[in-house]
């Protein structure tokens, strides 16, 4: 049992202690890692350590006493809908991640449908590759999860989730991209279908929101997906993804900000008075919103292109030199910064490749279907890139020539 110190230890031996704390910690300046974090550079860095500091205390919760914070928040939220396909009569909502991006989307779909059709027992239909978020937002708020396998491009089957559908449906899901392979649904086929049902239509574009457009302005095929597509009714978009933000950032879009009001909670039922919340937060870090607002601010149109440009030359390089490589492939097809790479040669153990990397220091994400290994991508992987398709060659290498240690899929962490 550790118990509160009887008295105060000082600053420095705190300082050390962490330090030596982090030293086993994963070298993710190295570019070792392909998830958990996003970085640019060290001038991004500071920009972001500076804002947040500077609204340290402040709590967004209390948006009467601070009001510069409802203005930053409110600049966030323009941004993104003037990035994302937002109309005159869209809004948002600023949240911790795109865990409460989803679970608010996912109440307010069952709210309305509970209103509007009297709806008890809802359930949602999805991909089997939307984020199992989805599977957590439906237990907590009593809907019904009904996955529905996706076909061989890797992308929703919209006619078999259209047979999935009923009377209780209250929402379709589609991602922009999914994590297991990076690839797009067809975001207006479905919504189509949800607009046909009358139901609401969410996009999962958590990976994909603030990186997707500026990936096509490169000239890379990306299909519609965001609020302008007709149908769409929301929108989810990690600010502290490749919006490049510091953790703890994300948005809720919709195409009409009145079905905000489907997320809202309100109560009289103490003493105090009235309570209102659009979050499932009480109180909220004006940090990270300062943050996000002083990231989108400093990178602009530009830093944002350039983000997207060094991902997609790093994934260029990374696929090409590692489909060279005997016995491997790329799984296609991946649409961004995310892809998978497997064995194709039976006699190549990947777990055993997996080990082999994991001991050179590279973190692995491990696939289980298909067996195989999973990156995502971030503007640091540039620097990189030829240095992980070497070092895959000599896990490969030390695979074939008698390694013992693997990595199963099941070991995953992510």
């Not at 194709?344 to 289980?368: C, F």
Request: proline content about 5%.
């Amino acid at each position: 049992m550790t118990n509160i110190p009887a008295t105060g230890r000082p600053r420095d031996e705190i300082l050390g202690e962490l330090a030596a704390r982090k030293a086993g910690d994963r070298d993710w300046r190295r570019g070792r890692l392909a998830v958990y974090f996003y970085w640019l550079d060290e001038e991004l860095e500071r920009v972001q350590q500076e804002a947040y500091r500077a609204y340290w205390t402040e709590n967004n919760l209390g948006q009467r006493a601070y009001p510069s914070l409802k203005s930053l928040e409110d600049e966030v939220i323009a941004m993104a809908l003037s990035l994302l396909g937002g109309g005159e009569r869209a809004g948002g909502t600023f949240t911790s991640g795109g865990s409460e991006s989803i679970f608010l989307a996912m109440m307010a779909a069952r709210n309305k449908a509970r209103a509007a059709r009297g709806i008890s027992q809802p359930n949602i239909v999805l991909p089997d590759t939307a984020h199992l978020t989805f599977d957590r937002a439906a237990e907590a708020l009593g809907l019904e999860s009904r996955r529905v396998p996706v076909g061989p491009d890797l992308r929703a089957d919209v006619a078999a989730m259209a047979a999935r559908m009923d009377g209780n449906t209250v929402a379709l899901v589609g991602s922009a991209p999914n994590y297991p392979f990076g690839t797009f649904d067809s975001i207006g086929d479905l919504a189509a279908l949800a607009a046909s049902r009358g139901i609401w239509m969410h996009v999962d574009a958590c990976v994909g929101g603030f990186l997707a457009p500026y990936v096509r302005r490169l000239g890379h095929p990306i299909p519609d997906f965001d609020l302008s597509v007709p149908g769409v009714t929301s929108l989810s978009a990690d600010i502290h993804k490749h919006g490049m933000a510091p953790k703890g950032a994300s948005l809720l879009l919709v195409s009409d900000a009145a079905d905000r009001e489907w997320h809202r909670f309100e109560s009289r039922a103490w003493q105090r008075g009235p309570y209102a919340a659009y979050t499932t937060q009480g109180t909220r870090p004006g940090g990270a919103v300062a943050a996000a607002w002083a990231t989108m601010n400093h990178l602009g149109d530009e830093g944002y292109l350039r983000c997207a440009s060094l991902i997609m030359e790093a994934k260029s390089i990374m696929t090409t030199g590692i489909a060279a490589i005997p016995g491997l492939a790329i799984l296609e097809p991946s649409d961004l910064g995310i892809f998978v790479w497997r064995a194709t040669d039976p006699a190549l153990d990947i777990g055993k490749v997996a080990a082999a990397l994991d001991a050179e220091g590279w973190l692995v994400g491990r696939q289980q279907e298909p067996d195989g290994v999973h990156l995502h991508l971030n503007p640091i992987h540039r620097e990189v890139a030829e240095e992980y398709v070497d070092a895959v060659a000599r896990a490969v290498a030390a695979a074939r020539g008698g390694a013992t240690a693997r990595i199963a899929a099941t070991q995953a962490t992510y």
